[in-house]
């Protein structure tokens, strides 16, 4: 059974980082080890939104606008994590974190309607 985990998450002051981690499992799966990982979050007061992407290589990646200079999305292939590195953490950056696989062709990488396997969320807030 196909299975997306995250973990990373907690309360952290302004300013601070978290490194969040994404786990889909089985690793083996071909699926998960040629397709596009993304990263969305969502508030109570928000619709989810995307935040980073990052394409099966591992060498191309792409962020929204707002957390673009301060996270970076990587990924391990081999073990097929994926890593979203958040710097400079802001109370606006709080919100449950959320990871997903990019299995539907045919839509961009921000657009949430492309992921399918949607882990359960990790929360991250930031708070002083």
């Known amino acids: 059974q196909v299975q997306v985990v995250e973990s990373g998450g907690g309360l952290v002051q302004p300013g601070d980082s978290l490194r969040l981690s994404c786990a889909a499992s089985?690793?083996?799966?071909?699926?998960?080890?040629?397709?596009?990982m993304g990263w969305f979050r969502q508030t109570p007061e928000k619709e989810r939104e995307f935040v980073a992407a990052i394409d099966w290589t591992g060498d191309t990646a792409s962020y929204n606008e707002s957390v673009k200079a301060r996270f970076t999305i990587s990924r391990d292939i081999t073990n097929n994590i994926v890593y979203l590195q958040m710097n400079s953490l802001k109370p606006e950056d709080t919100a449950l974190y959320y990871c997903?696989?990019?299995?539907?062709?045919?839509?961009?990488?921000?657009?949430?309607?492309?992921?399918?396997?949607w882990g359960q969320g990790t929360q991250v807030t930031v708070s002083s």
């Open positions: 997903a696989v990019q299995t539907y062709l045919g839509y961009s990488d921000d657009d949430l309607r492309g992921y399918d396997y």
């Open positions: 089985p690793a083996s799966r071909r699926t998960f080890k040629t397709y596009t």
